[in-house]
């Protein structure tokens, strides 16, 4: 079965600047997940939707950051202004049911902010 | 805060050997599981242990849970260079999406 997809893979922009990610996760699966990876350190919620809403965005920096899932399928994630300390790997995953069961991840997108 | 603690925070080992990691959490859980990352990559689901579950086994890999001391380990015997990667252990409390760990880096020597 295909994986997680996301793109881009890689994003270099300059503090202030607004960024964008998609995901699209496997087919069938209701919950989507958005992690973020600071270098050296383990994935950190963002946000978490079932179906087309939101189950917990409890962690996400909602003056800057900001997602949504179309029609319950496709998801981005948008920084808007993004700051230095935003640099770090954006994880989409998604799994069949809700929370608990087994992730699948997508390879991430590599963001810099000079 | 984490919920997750592994430890070590990075281990190296040559081929053939066994490498464990341990994981440490703070709340009740009703599973705790293993991922692996290898660099520039996604997580991979490796296994999932259920609170009611004392040990789990999955080709060379076996996993133990102590909930009274809230502690979980992987053991990963007869390493591979292939193996080498960072491994996290992830908990789920019921009450919200997987929480990870600092991970362990784990480096195989051939």
């Known amino acids: 079965e295909a994986g997680v997809a996301q793109s881009p893979r890689y994003k270099i922009i300059e503090k202030r600047q607004s960024v964008a990610f998609w995901c699209n996760p496997i087919?069938?699966?209701?919950?989507l997940y958005w992690y973020q990876q600071i270098l050296g350190q383990g994935p950190k919620l963002l946000i978490q939707?079932?179906?087309?809403?939101?189950?917990?965005d409890s962690q996400l920096p909602k003056d800057r950051f900001s997602a949504e899932r179309l029609k319950g399928v496709d998801s981005t994630l948008k920084i808007q202004p993004a700051k230095l300390e935003d640099s770090a790997v954006y994880l989409c995953?998604?799994?069949?049911?809700?929370?608990?069961?087994?992730?699948?991840f997508g390879s991430g997108t590599q963001l810099s902010v000079l | 805060s984490q919920q997750g603690e592994e430890d070590p925070q990075a281990l190296s080992i040559q081929e053939g050997e066994n490498a464990t990691m341990n994981c440490s959490y703070k709340?009740?859980?009703?599973?705790l599981q293993w991922y692996r990352q290898n660099s520039g990559r996604g997580l991979v689901h490796l296994i999932l242990?259920?609170?009611?579950?004392r040990e789990k086994h999955s080709g060379r890999l076996r996993v133990t849970l102590d909930t009274s001391k809230k502690s979980s380990s992987l053991l990963i015997t007869a390493s591979r260079a292939a193996d080498t990667a960072s491994y996290f252990c992830?908990?789920?409390?019921?009450?919200?999406?997987?929480?990870f760990g600092s991970g362990t880096r784990l480096q195989v020597q051939p």
């Open positions: 242990i259920r609170s009611n579950e």
């Open positions: 939707f079932q179906n087309n809403g939101v189950v917990d």
């Open positions: 709340t009740s859980i009703n599973n």
């Open positions: 995953a998604s799994s069949f049911g809700g929370a608990g069961e087994k992730l699948f």
């Open positions: 087919s069938g699966h209701a919950t």
């Open positions: 992830a908990t789920d409390t019921g009450r919200r999406a997987l929480t």
